[in-house]
């Protein structure tokens, strides 16, 4: 049995070329092969021909199986990645989305605000547009607004205005799109009940970092895992307010970093931007990893010492910027020619609202943001982390993506390289036991992507060409 058919979601049935280069239309009628998202958009699409809604509706075998739904917490400061990052989630039938917190990054927290409702907002008119059942009150994330500032703002850098003024491209700025009437009412006054008409429930804990640890500690030990793609403030302050119940989280996938060049800061050490916007944090999250090995640490391993009363220490994931800068490998990017034939046609919520802040990377300054194939392509790292969180789930990390342990420590004092990701040197001690200072970080650093995959994904669940 192919691995690639164990994919929920992705129907192996038409398709796309995958090399770059190479047609890439998802086009039913020209028979090509590739892929189209099965669940949650083909229950009630009134758009889907007879052929295709019996196919959507009737997922094989293997896909029941491993549409076994995974708890995740997304941390995100949006931000127009963590946008695609949301919509992914929530399009995803493997994701169980408990809870969305925020922090201060891209943009500052009252923005940040003002950008996840909208968010949550053209979900939920994306469902009702296409006729797709509403979740249950159980099934809706909690809401929670987290840290507005970094741990220690004199060693933190702000927001760099790369997403626009307003965080998301600017579509509020040129009044390109409207965020929902009454959206600072929303955000603490949602009870995901038919009136509100949300996509959410506010939460009534304290804050981000409160709501993470109400998740955890309301989950059995190592079933939530944490996708964070902003910097990490609210995890940090989590992990501060109670870090045996931190240490409850299965995994945390966090977008960040670089693989480290050096022990020492050198001229080459640059800080990437969610690290740099709170080193501290950072460097409190990466090191509940210290003493993880991932020969030993397996479930089981982690729950003894759980029930020992001991921190278990933290299975981290990271996506740092080096897998967006494989030249010469397959290329993790939405092109210029994705969001005009795929992207901007749609005239579903979701395609009118990703139009609209994507036209400042594919329009309005495309020679800052389109990075990639001299200036034809941009790297969504956010989004790119939120794929690798459904290939773990679906078994096919290995398949998809290569990946390779790092000791990393964190630069936090020295401004000109703040949040710099460098060699752990300190000593190591050779009995593994718990989370203790004096062991290494381990930190698996997925390095590239080894066959095409991200940007199929992503094209399919969120601008299929069905909707
Ligand atoms: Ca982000």
Redesign the pocket.
């Known amino acids: 049995m192919q691995k690639k058919s164990q994919y929920p979601g992705l129907c192996n049935i038409v398709g796309r070329g995958s090399r770059r280069g190479e047609s890439k239309g998802i086009n039913v009628t020209q028979g090509r092969q590739g892929v189209f998202p099965c669940n949650p958009v083909g229950e009630g699409h009134h758009y889907i021909n007879n052929n295709k809604r019996q196919q959507l509706q009737t997922p094989s075998k293997e896909d029941q199986v491993t549409q076994t739904k995974g708890s995740v917490i997304l941390d995100?400061?949006p931000?127009v990645?963590?946008a695609l990052t949301l919509f992914l989630m929530l399009l995803s039938p493997e994701v169980n989305l408990r809870a969305v917190t925020v922090v201060r990054?891209?943009t500052d927290i009252e923005n940040a605000k003002r950008n996840v409702i909208t968010c949550l907002d053209a979900v939920y008119k994306h469902y009702e547009y296409l006729g797709i059942p509403l979740p249950g009150f159980a099934e809706l994330p909690f809401l929670a607004i987290g840290e507005g500032e970094p741990l220690n703002p004199s060693y933190a850098k702000g927001s760099d205005g790369f997403m626009g003024k307003d965080g998301f491209g600017d579509i509020f700025t040129l009044d390109m799109y409207k965020p929902p009437k009454n959206w600072q009412a929303m955000v603490y006054n949602s009870h995901g009940t038919k009136e509100d008409k949300t996509f959410f429930k506010s939460s009534p804990r304290q804050g981000g970092p409160e709501e993470i640890l109400y998740q955890l500690e309301h989950a059995p030990p190592f079933t939530v895992t944490i996708l964070a793609?902003?910097p990490l403030t609210n995890l940090a302050t989590a992990y501060m307010l109670d870090p045996v119940v931190f240490h409850r989280a299965k995994q945390i996938i966090i977008?960040g970093g670089k693989v480290p060049i050096s022990e020492k800061v050198t001229s080459f050490s640059k800080g990437e931007f969610?690290f740099a916007c709170d080193p501290d944090a950072a460097h409190i999250v990466l090191g509940t990893s210290k003493g993880f090995d991932q020969d030993i640490h397996t479930y089981g391993a982690r729950l003894k010492l759980f029930n020992e009363g001991k921190k278990a220490p933290m299975d981290i994931v990271l996506i740092p910027l080096d897998v967006g800068e494989n030249q010469g490998r397959n290329s993790v990017t939405i092109s210029k020619q994705d969001y005009f034939q795929y992207i901007v046609p749609l005239k579903t919520p979701l395609g009118i609202i990703s139009t609209a802040m994507m036209d400042l990377g594919f329009v309005r300054d495309p020679e800052r943001h389109l990075e990639r194939d001299n200036h034809q392509s941009l790297v969504s790292y956010?989004s790119i982390s939120g794929v690798v969180l459904l290939d773990l789930f679906n078994d096919v990390f290995d398949q998809y993506w290569h990946s390779q342990y790092y000791s990393l420590r964190i630069e936090t004092r020295d401004i000109t390289c703040l949040g710099a990701s460098l060699f752990d040197s300190s000593e190591i001690t050779s009995s593994i036991t718990d989370s203790d200072q004096t062991h290494h970080s381990h930190i698996r650093m997925v390095l590239y992507e080894k066959e095409p995959h991200y940007n199929q994904v992503l094209i399919s669940r969120l601008f299929s060409s069905n909707q």
């Open positions: 995100i400061d931000g990645d963590d990054g891209n793609v902003g977008m969610n956010d």
